[in-house]
């Protein structure tokens, strides 16, 4: 049984999936003041956080037992990363569940920083003036506005600012160019040309190369009545620079979401007219709430059961570090080969993986992931990324990576494992950048997503076997979720069964008696 602790208040989704695992506990510390937290932190395996609970040295110092954090939530500002690193634990957030959030939020900034909706709303509700000549704004159509950081967020804002009739460009010394001038935006490396703007907005994570990132120098470049939004990280603008530019009438206006130290309620911002604040509500939409919820338990789960450890910021390889359309294969191909070792039970001789396409220049590191999943359940907690390759060497398994051809896919990864017994393998995609696949198992083509409880079961190709399989499950009150049917060249074929609920040793065995089984095994990702 392994130990969740839920800090900070997430969407109930969120309790619903960790309850309904049978091998997790969870701790509901939601509501327990920050001192009594931290002596409940000693029992949890996995902590979920947010912005109010600071993950810092008292944090991990009071939690002996952790092996991972999740940040329900973007920003890791109050997260010591080194910190966790020194103590093993592996720190994890959620980047993407509020994504739609956060861009529509600096749309509502941007569309008021042009016609000042807030403030003329209040004027006529607060002080019951009608002065339309007052409320005179500008037009986004055929404005420039300037993107700093074209990331998830960066590049939606973008997308949607295009259909303004807006000419937007982009700053972001990270990507690929192409991944803005394929959208119709302009791409810089001179970063006055986002200063020559009429609007700018910033969308980057918050460190010492962006704190502060457009201060006195870089205002005193810009258009007189520049417009300028954050909805991003509190800092990245120097806010003392801001007050005294506004106040000046530099800056048109300023729409803000986010303040350097929070909760800003006495800040000089507060009484500035040409502004509009709001208290950090980039996130604050139902949607995103129950989608980071969903993932913050998804990854603890995985996490608290050493399965993997999707979006980590400390591992040997971060995903930060890797293009967009390669970071899903570090959560797949840690569940593939945990996949292939419950397939494949016994002691384990050899680790192979094979790549092709673009994630074959990456194999080196990807190799570390495989070993963690495949070594996942006879190594348990003395297993971690920094010393898989060396417990792998220590055991006398061999491991091997090497790039292939010949897949129907852009990129492909498969892993192989061998033990005394068997061999098993398991490939595996990436649709969309992002869904991970597993499309072929044991040489049967097949498709689904790598999550939840599945019977793997290879049988000789003849009519009946799926309503043997069905009536038995049924008989035992076992639902099947999606049944997945790949059928072979000898005669043979493999269903990959998905189900609801656990199941035991003797439902396999009723379903091993069957005459058309040739292999039966239960496997939980």
Not at 13 to 30: M, P, Q, R, Y
Not at 467 to 493: C, H, M, P, V
């Amino acid at each position: 049984m392994k130990t969740v602790i839920v800090c900070d208040a997430i969407h109930n989704i969120g309790f619903e999936l960790l309850s309904k695992e049978s091998d997790i506990h969870v701790i509901d510390a939601t509501d327990v003041p920050k001192d009594e937290l931290y002596g409940m932190l000693g029992d949890a395996d996995v902590a979920i956080t947010r912005s109010s609970t600071a993950v810092d040295e008292k944090f991990l110092n009071s939690g002996t037992n952790l092996k991972a954090i999740v940040r329900a939530g973007v920003g890791v500002d109050n997260c010591d990363i080194d910190g966790c690193s020194k103590r093993g634990i592996i720190l994890m957030n959620v980047p993407t569940a509020n994504t739609i959030a956060a861009v529509e939020m600096t749309m509502c900034h941007l569309l008021n920083a042009a016609r000042k909706y807030v403030n003329s709303c209040n004027d006529l509700k607060i002080n019951r003036i009608w002065k339309r000549e007052k409320w005179y704004g500008t037009e986004l159509y055929k404005k420039s506005l300037g993107i700093i950081g074209f990331g998830n967020i960066g590049s939606r804002v973008g997308v949607r600012a295009l259909g303004f009739g807006m000419s937007v460009i982009a700053y972001d010394p990270y990507i690929d160019p192409e991944k803005a001038t394929k959208l119709g935006v302009k791409y810089t490396t001179n970063f006055d040309d986002i200063l020559a703007c009429d609007f700018i907005t910033i969308h980057t994570p918050k460190n010492r190369e962006t704190i502060n990132m457009i201060d006195e120098p870089q205002i005193a470049k810009m258009k007189d009545g520049v417009r300028l939004i954050n909805c991003a990280r509190g800092g990245l603008y120097n806010e003392a620079a801001l007050v005294k530019n506004l106040k000046s009438g530099k800056i048109a206006y300023l729409g803000i979401d986010v303040f350097d130290k929070e909760p800003a309620t006495s800040h000089d911002f507060l009484d500035i007219e040409n502004l509009t604040a709001t208290p950090h509500l980039g996130a604050n939409t139902l949607e995103s709430q129950r989608n980071i919820a969903v993932e913050a338990a998804e990854q603890a789960i995985s996490a608290a059961r050493g399965i993997s450890y999707p979006n980590a910021l400390n591992l040997p390889i971060k995903a930060e570090d890797l293009p967009a359309q390669i970071e899903a294969y570090v959560d797949l191909i840690s569940k593939m080969a945990y996949l292939a070792a419950q397939i494949n039970k016994g002691p384990i001789k050899s680790i192979k993986i094979e790549g092709s396409g673009e994630i074959s220049q990456y194999l080196n590191s990807m190799l570390v992931f495989a070993i963690v999943g495949a070594l996942h359940d006879s190594l348990g907690d003395s297993l971690n990324y920094v010393n898989a390759k060396f417990l792998a060497d220590e055991k006398g398994i061999e491991t091997e990576y090497k790039e292939c051809v010949g897949s129907i896919y852009k990129n492909e990864i498969g892993v192989t494992i061998i033990t005394d017994k068997d061999t098993s393998s398991v490939v595996g995609t990436v649709f969309d950048g992002k869904e991970g696949r597993i499309v072929n198992v044991n040489g049967f083509k097949t498709d689904f997503k790598p999550k939840g409880k599945m019977i793997i079961f290879k049988n000789t190709d003849v009519p009946g076997v799926i309503k043997n399989i069905s009536t038995i499950l049924a008989d035992e009150n076992i639902n099947i979720a999606d049944f997945r049917l790949g059928r072979g060249e000898d005669g043979n074929a493999l269903a990959v069964i998905l189900v609801d609920s656990q199941v035991q040793k003797s439902v396999l065995e009723k379903l091993a008696k069957l005459d058309t089984c040739l292999m039966v095994r239960y496997a939980s990702l």
